[in-house]
Structure formats: C-alpha cells, structure tokens
C-alpha cells in the first residue's frame, strides 16, 4: 500500500487499498445486471444549470436523509474500503455518515463538475473516494472550504489546487470541508466511484 500525502495532510491519496479479489468482487458486483443503480438526470452541475451529458446512476448505500435511509445489502462490501483508509492513516473510525456508488458515463465533452461538499455540517468530517476502475474523469480539489453551506459559484474561488486520477484500487481521504468536483470521462466508458462521508479522530 503506497501514500501520498499533502504536506498539510488533508488530503491523503492511498494506492493498492484492497486485494485483487476484493477489488475484483466489488466490480464484478457494479457491473452485473443485478446491481440496484438508481437512474439521475443531474449528477453534475448545480440544480439550477443545466450540463448534457451531466446525468448517470447512483446506488445508495447510507443515506440517513430521504430516499434510501435504509442501509444497502452491499454496505458491508463496499464499507472495508474505508477502514483500511482509515487504519493506514491511523486514525479510528468513529461513525458513518453517508456511503454510495456513482457511476458517471463517457461524455463527449470533458467538462468538470461543480464544486462541492458532500455533506454540508459545520462539525469536523471526512470524506472518502474509492475507484473500482481505472478512469480518464480526474477529480479536482479547490483551494477553499466550505462550511455549513453551499459552495460558493463565484469563478474566482474556483482554483484547483490538485487533480487524482481514478485508478483501480486507489482511495482519496481527505477533510471533508474542501470543496472538490468530479469531471466527466472522455474516454473511458465510465468512472465508477465509491464515496463516504464519515467521523474519525486521531490516534
């Protein structure tokens, strides 16, 4: 398992989280015509704006508000990602707060997404990515946070300080107050991700 780490280590990219046939499992499972995605016409841009090609899928796993409140089958495969993370930055895991999978589709643009928190709380969080394949759509990281509210529209708060992109068992923590955004896939077919909001203190 190899790290990187920002020098203020509020973002900490982690390679080779899994095994190969845990990893190899959980995409299986993504990819199958059984797996219960839920179809989004806006995975993209504000609610407000309109992108084509900005739609995709979703599945949700943890999701303690509205539509699927109630924990996913799959929760307890996809959930191991997050403790290893977790464990290889020594910090205990303490509460999870919202875990799901997006799938984004090929577009013929490569537009970057809005930016964004994944959970708008003024308390301390962590946010967690998780790729199960590997993927053109680079995630990017601004150089602002965002507290208890929605993320500012102005362009100029709009600088990306750092760009990971998806590769097949690799996994991002980082402070869950950084705004940060998905761009869409040009090439490969789609970038499936999995995603967690969560609480965890130091050693």
């Not at 390679?15 to 806006?42: C, G, Q, T």
């Not at 301390?124 to 790729?131: G, V």
């Not at 709009?158 to 097949?168: E, G, Q």
């Not at 999995?194 to 609480?199: H, R």
Request: glycine share 4%.
């Amino acid at each position: 398992m190899n790290q990187f780490v920002d020098p203020d280590r509020e973002i900490v990219v982690i390679d080779d989280v899994l095994s190969p046939s845990h990893l190899a499992f959980m995409l299986e499972a993504v990819k199958s015509n059984r797996f219960p995605w839920y179809y989004m016409s806006n995975t993209h841009t504000y609610e407000d704006e309109y992108l084509p090609n900005s739609h995709g899928f979703i599945h949700w796993m943890h999701e303690p508000q509205g539509f699927g409140a109630e924990p996913s089958a799959y929760l307890n495969v996809f959930s191991p990602a997050l403790y290893v993370m977790v464990d290889a930055v020594g910090m205990v895991f303490e509460q999870l707060i919202r875990a799901r999978v997006n799938l984004t589709l090929r577009s013929p643009e490569q537009i970057p997404g809005y930016p964004h928190v994944d959970w708008n709380d003024r308390e301390q969080y962590c946010s967690a990515l998780f790729y199960l394949e590997d993927s053109d759509g680079d995630t990017l990281f601004y150089d602002y946070k965002c507290i208890g509210g929605d993320v500012s529209k102005d362009p100029s708060t709009k600088k990306v300080v750092k760009r990971v992109t998806p590769k097949a068992n690799r996994g991002i923590l980082f402070n869950g107050h950084i705004a940060h955004s998905a761009t869409l896939p040009l090439v490969s077919p789609t970038r499936t991700v999995v995603n967690f909001c969560f609480k965890a203190s130091k050693l």
